[in-house]
């Protein structure tokens, strides 16, 4: 599709925001790095693109960039001196025009943008001449009407509140809404005694009154969108109104229509004609010449005027017929406005569809600012997925679809574009890289950027509009049963959040955190809304989800809120750390079904924005969200993040994707929605999360009004789910497992084919789980007393073993031992298994094992046996010193293995003084050791223990239900200041027969290096003793022998020597610590 733009290789954009007539000279060319020598003036044109919004309609025909008029002073010589000049009348964005309805001048606002542009070249392949600004002579004949006055309008409008339409979408901004509003109005050069009208615009629901300067009151008549006041009374100048209704209403703005002098304020005026047609003389006074006199009744073709002057006062004389609705501009030559920003454009084409750039399957668009992070992103692509990618400026897409006005319709108009015209196979998918907010033109005041805006319309506050190629609401337009496209949106508000978030999409797909994470599913169901009772339905469908649409080889999850107590303030605490736990474990998919906003999952809280992502140390770990609810996804209000976005910015947090609502949404759609997503997504490994999201939408019949319409996609609309490359084939395991006995499990790594890969070598997860039970949860109100009513869901069984063993040439084996809490005579027992080997993994399952009602007729009484650790070192009997936060690790060991059921009463706790300080049920902790169901080892994280005494205890249980109870007594330490303690020697003296001395020092922390340094008692240094082993430099009490040997290896003599331990260390932020203490022995032989 041919334009202007191709005619031509050198566009100047010339951006402006305010109408009137502009002088465009030696100055500017140099603004834009043109050289004005090398300018033909004859060959200068001007371009304008209408200045309008776009139409939404696809249908409708789009504003053509035309070539508008201007007018050369100079340049008869051929070359474009200083002090030549391009002169031309321009419009604003905000522009004056006339309605046939209301029979006046009104303001046209701009929903996106308050800059204009035009478009200026000085050479080319044009048809036809440059176009120059004519001058007309006044009719001759006599005048009908001479006129000294126009007919101004005074328009007030102040945009400060964004009220939301019925649908939620935000478009329009307000005065505000309330019973009261009063404002000023100006009126320079009023016409005393003439009638003027007072027009306030405003919802059509109310009657306002108006009172004028304090006096005059006046009242509205009928229900309509705008009430007109007329009056007699208004003041030249300073003129008050007081606005009131009874009721709210919602104010848009305020007009006054009023007869003014036809005097010239500043060497510039703009006025309209006066209301009849014939000849009409105007009468201006307080002239500067020379000026520029311009008929801009057409916009696009203004005509330059001749009058007469008579010093300061003008006359000039125009035919007006009873159709015309003219406008005059004059402006003397000194007051010439000046464009703002003037630039070259270098262009991207993006409709020449015989480039090769322009051929994709991924487009990013992005700001500007972000284009370096695009081009990565671009690059990852087509490397990780073989993609052809195309990135684009959002500056280009302004540029060469709306003509440089920001206008999100373009964005839409480049989509379609692009997918119609550009070489097959079309682009599948469209990446937005920036942020964007309803807030377009910066009302809120506070200087946001708007990187990538949003597309506000009916019915969908989010990106779908972009894709809409064919009527709006359906996403095929092509009717070749597919989606035409699939959109997602990085929204990033800075380079280091666009570093950070493709750098999370790289490290995802090119250096993944290999786990058995990668095959498990988290369903997170609320509750009751309380007081009220809607959490059946929650409870319902996450059951829907994960009976009938996840395969059997995923591990489920599921942390229902109905199974969680009331906690303080209305909260389910517990609820939320088992969330944030199993977030920080790792999960491929995270599935949240309930109430929600843009901070908050629940009114309980089980997940919070501001509180809890901070608190995700997933790392590489990186689910794909999916939120069932209202809002999580509302990321276009200004100053304010939502979840869904805040989730995929940090860099090793949070999520790798997030599809969410942008506004309220309902319970049962969403239910089927989230379901035709997972079958997407889980059953076809290959295809990416946004067309997952849109085949979904497109298969349940996608309406204009459906509620699907609000969601949308929070990351790179490409990404695809990293699934495990190969299957696992289990060629060896029990059908029925029987307590307290033996079992073995063989299986082999399978590619695609079925054929063993035996280059596969690494380590196997097992996870066997007991069989699935119905559980029956009663319900409880916000003091946790039960309702007279329960729910019943399928829970997963326990967990009866969790642990690795060697994968050699794609073989593995293992033996595991079944407890004696199982559910026997159940069915739906599982055997998990994944396997890695650092760059590629594996999965499979073995699923409908039967749990036997019988039992092992072996005997087993003994307990596991335990060592306990802090931070790696032996956690002996006595007192120890700890640090205020540790890692506890236990060492454990039993012939018939550990209970890691966590039955009640069976679960494997640690105790801090018996529960006050700290108390849990780490069972989820425990790993077996490789290949050996045995022994295994657990670690706890300890954090912001008392300073002080304390006894801490670990209570474990084998599978035969023998327990064990380890007990030990800490003393826990400051570590903020590096702390010598305790230092002496013994034995002091050291008497006849005594071979050395050992010297002691208690440490607060570990340190890096201790030195003592043992001087006579006349200060001189005979001995150094270095030390830098683990073992001594530890926090704790530690002991040093000294042989009495000194630097020259000979024994010292009697006496009184002085020492000094020095002990050492280095932070983690490069800063120094130190301590000593000095001591005295002495020497009797």
């Known amino acids: ?187 320079y050069d009023h016409v005393p005694g ?11 629901y109310v009657i306002p009154t108006l009172s004028i300067n304090g006096g005059q009151s006046l009242n509205g008549a009928t229900y309509q969108p705008y009430t007109t006041f007329h009056s007699s009374l208004l003041a030249d100048g300073a003129n008050s109104f007081q606005i009131n209704s009874t009721v709210d209403m919602i104010l848009d703005y305020v007009d006054v229509d009023y007869q003014r002098w036809l005097k010239v304020i500043d060497g510039a005026i703009t006025f309209s004609q006066p209301d009849t047609f014939g000849t009409i003389q105007y009468n201006l006074s307080q002239v500067i010449s020379p000026f520029y006199l311009f008929d801009i009744g057409d916009r696009n073709n203004p005509v330059e005027l001749t009058g007469t002057l008579n010093g300061s006062n003008l006359s000039f004389i125009d035919t007006l017929s009873a159709t015309s609705h003219k406008r005059y501009c004059l402006t003397s030559r000194n007051r010439l406005k000046s464009p703002g920003a003037v630039t070259l454009y270098q262009m991207d084409n993006l409709r020449d569809v015989s480039r090769p750039q322009n051929r994709a399957d991924e487009i990013i668009i992005t700001y500007d600012g972000f284009y370096d992070q695009a081009v990565t992103l671009a690059n990852h692509r087509q490397q990780s997925y073989g993609l052809a990618t195309r990135v684009v400026k959002i500056s280009d897409i302004y540029n060469q679809f709306s003509y440089g006005l920001v206008d999100v319709v373009a964005i839409r108009d480049f989509l379609k574009y692009a997918y119609e015209n550009w070489p097959d196979p079309a682009p599948s998918f469209a990446c937005l890289l920036g942020d964007g907010t309803y807030d377009y033109r910066n009302y809120h005041g506070n200087n946001l950027r708007e990187y990538i805006p949003p597309f506000e319309n009916t019915g969908s506050m989010g990106d779908e509009c972009f894709i809409y190629f064919g009527a709006e609401g359906y996403l095929d337009s092509d009717a070749n049963l597919l989606p035409d496209m699939a959109i997602g949106r990085i929204s990033a508000r800075s380079v280091q959040e666009a570093d950070d978030i493709v750098g999370k999409i790289d490290d995802y797909d090119s250096n993944p955190d290999l786990g058995p994470w990668r095959n498990r599913v988290i369903l997170v169901a609320d509750d009751n809304l309380h007081p009220g009772t809607t959490g059946e339905d929650h409870r319902y469908y996450a059951e829907i989800l994960a009976n009938g649409h996840i395969p059997t080889k995923f591990e489920t999850n599921k942390i229902y809120m109905i199974e969680y107590l009331m906690g303080p303030n209305g909260e389910k605490p517990e609820a939320r750390d088992a969330l944030v736990s199993a977030w ?45 609810s209202c809002s999580i996804g509302r990321f276009d209000v200004p100053n304010v993040e939502c979840m869904a976005e805040e989730l995929i910015r940090g860099r090793s947090r949070g999520a790798i994707s997030v599809v969410s609502a942008t506004r309220d949404s309902w319970a049962t759609p969403n239910s089927y929605l989230n379901n035709g997503f997972f079958d997407q997504v889980l059953y076809h490994d290959s295809i990416g999360v946004s067309m997952a999201l849109y085949m979904a939408k497109y298969l349940r019949s996608h309406q204009i009004d459906s509620n699907d319409r609000l969601y949308m996609v ?93 994968v050699t040439a794609g073989h593995f084996t293992s033996r595991f031992f079944i407890p004696k809490d199982i559910s026997y005579g159940s069915r739906g027992a599982r055997i998990y298994t994944y396997a890695g080997n650092g760059a590629y993994d594996a999965v499979g399952v073995k699923d409908s094992l039967f749990i036997s009602g019988s039992i092992s007729a072996v005997q087993d009484s003994i307990g596991p046996t335990v060592t306990l650790l802090v931070d790696g070192r032996p956690f002996s009997e006595g007192i120890t010193m700890v640090p205020s936060s540790f890692t506890l690790s236990a060492e454990v060991n039993d012939e018939h293995g550990i209970n890691i059921t966590g039955q009640l009463g069976h679960g494997i706790v640690v105790n801090i003084d018996g529960g006050s300080i700290y108390g849990a049920d780490v069972t989820s902790n425990f790993r077996f050791n490789r290949g ?128 000094k331990v020095i002990a050492e260390k280095r932070r983690g932020d490069g800063s120094s610590e130190r301590d000593d203490k000095t001591g005295k022995l002495v020497i009797l032989r």
């Open 1 to 187: 599709s041919s334009t202007p733009f191709d005619s031509s290789s050198i566009w100047i954009r010339i951006e402006l925001s305010a109408d009137g007539i502009y002088g465009f000279g030696w100055t500017q060319f140099s603004m834009a790095g043109v050289n004005p020598l090398d300018i033909d003036p004859s060959q200068i044109r001007l371009f304008y693109g209408g200045g309008v919004e776009l139409p939404v309609p696809n249908g409708n025909p789009r504003p053509q960039l035309t070539e508008i008029p201007i007018k050369i002073i100079g340049g008869e010589d051929g070359s474009f001196d200083n002090g030549d000049l391009i002169v031309f009348y321009a419009d604003a964005v905000d522009s004056w025009q006339y309605s046939t309805q209301f029979h006046r001048f009104m303001r046209y606002k701009n929903h996106y943008t308050d800059k204009n542009v035009y478009w200026l070249t000085t050479a080319g392949n044009f048809q036809g001449p440059p176009r120059r600004i004519i001058s007309t002579d006044a009719p001759g004949g006599p005048v009908d009407v001479s006129v000294d006055s126009y007919k101004a309008v005074f328009h007030k409008e102040q945009e400060t509140e964004a009220i939301p339409a019925e649908d939620e979408s935000i478009f329009e901004w307000f005065w505000g809404k309330g019973q009261s509003f009063s404002t000023a109005a100006q009126l």
């Open 194 to 204: 003439t009638e003027a009208a007072i027009i306030i615009k405003h919802d059509q």
């Open 584 to 628: 920080n474990q790792g999960a491929l998919i995270i599935n949240w079904i309930g109430h929600g906003s843009a901070n908050l999952w629940a009114d309980e809280h089980i997940f919070r924005r501001i509180e809890d992502i901070p608190r995700l140390t997933n790392g590489k770990r990186l689910p794909l969200v999916f939120t069932a």
């Open 714 to 806: 929070f990351g790179d609309p490409a990404q695809i789910l990293q699934f495990p490359k190969y299957d696992i084939n289990i060629t060896s395991a029990p059908d029925t497992l029987v307590a307290l006995s033996v079992d073995s499990l063989a299986g082999d790594i399978t590619n695609d084919q079925g054929s063993l890969q035996t280059d596969f070598n690494g380590i196997v997860w097992i996870t066997v789980k007991d069989g699935t039970v119905i559980r029956q949860v009663t319900l409880r109100d916000g003091l946790n007393n039960p309702l007279p009513s329960q729910m019943s869901f399928i829970a997963p069984g326990a967990t009866i073993f969790y642990g690795p063993a060697d």
């Open 932 to 1059: 050996d169901y045995q022994s295994g080892n657990l670690d706890i994280n300890l954090t912001d223990i008392p300073v002080g005494e304390h006894e801490i205890s670990l209570k474990i249980w084998d599978n035969f239900n023998n327990s064990t109870l380890v007990t030990r007594t800490m003393e826990a330490v400051a570590t903020d200041q590096l702390t010598l303690t305790d230092v002496m020697n013994y034995p002091n003296p050291i008497r006849k027969g005594m071979d050395g001395t050992e010297f002691q020092y208690c440490l607060n922390d570990n340190v890096d290096k201790v030195t003592i340094k043992i001087f006579t008692e006349s200060g001189k240094k005979i001995k150094t003793i270095d030390i830098s082993s683990p073992d001594l430099t530890r926090m704790d009490c530690n002991r040093v022998l000294w042989d009495l040997l000194d630097a020259d290896g000979d024994k010292i003599a009697n006496g009184i020597y002085i020492y």
